[in-house]
């Protein structure tokens, strides 16, 4: 069975452009969370979707959003690009939705430069 | 604001050595708490951990939780140049107006040296 894939792997833009990142999850999983990870700290949550429904929203600016397909994948849309922005994006499903432990499996990521 | 801290950030040891890894949170309404593997991109799944002092094993990794003291300990034994890697702690609050979110620390990297 595939894991959860990612694309692209990795992708340079410069700022003010906006960018769309993709994600399909491991099969039969329902839930898609997205990660920002900047050099030398931890994942940071931005969003959770279950069922195409946003479930939880992490402390970002409006810039950034997301959505669920009927088939589970997921879309990441980052607008007006910040060079702060540069990070590796991590995409994760899992079987667990509300009220359910959240065991998640990641993605490789797609590692953002934005110049 | 909750939070994570993972000790030491950075560790060098030879092989053959035991590490000894750290988590410590303040996290409100704790549910569990996770280990991580980040060898190259993908973090991998360790252990899960919700109830305090059962010891979860695997292999030559094992790690327990301490909810009175708010902390883990991940061990590696006999330490091999393949366990080099970011290991990262995350935890789950119970609270519906964070469902979804793990809280991970900063990781820490460990480099064994043959």
């Known amino acids: 069975d595939a894991g959860v894939t990612q694309s692209p792997t990795h992708l340079i833009k410069t700022r003010g452009q906006q960018v769309t990142l993709r994600c399909s999850p491991i099969?039969?999983?329902?839930?898609v969370s997205w990660y920002q990870q900047v050099l030398g700290q931890g994942p940071q949550f931005i969003f959770q979707?279950?069922?195409?429904?946003?479930?939880g929203r992490g402390n970002f600016p409006d810039r950034f959003s997301a959505r669920q397909f009927p088939n589970y994948s997921s879309e990441l849309n980052v607008n007006a690009l910040l060079l702060g922005d540069s990070a590796l994006y991590l995409c994760?499903?899992?079987?667990?939705?509300?009220?359910?432990?959240?065991?998640?499996?990641f993605g490789s990521g797609t590692q953002l430069s934005v110049l | 604001e909750d939070k994570v801290v993972q000790s030491p950030l950075s560790l060098v040891v030879h092989e053959g050595d035991t590490v000894t890894l750290n988590c410590s949170y303040e996290v409100t309404n704790f549910r569990s708490l996770l280990w991580y593997k980040q060898e190259k991109k993908a973090p991998t799944f360790l252990f899960m951990l919700t109830s305090s002092g059962i010891e979860k094993k695997s292999g030559r990794l094992s790690s327990i939780l301490d909810k009175k003291e708010l902390s883990s300990i991940l061990n590696i034994t006999a330490t091999q140049t393949g366990d080099s890697a970011i290991y990262l702690c995350?935890?789950?609050?119970?609270?519906?107006?964070?469902?979804?979110?793990?809280?991970f620390g900063r990781g820490t990297q460990l480099t064994v040296w043959p």
């Open positions: 099969s039969g999983h329902k839930s």
């Open positions: 979707y279950y069922e195409k429904e946003e479930r």
């Open positions: 995350a935890v789950v609050p119970r609270t519906r107006s964070t469902l979804g979110r793990l809280y």
């Open positions: 994760a499903s899992s079987l667990a939705g509300q009220g359910s432990l959240k065991k998640l499996f």
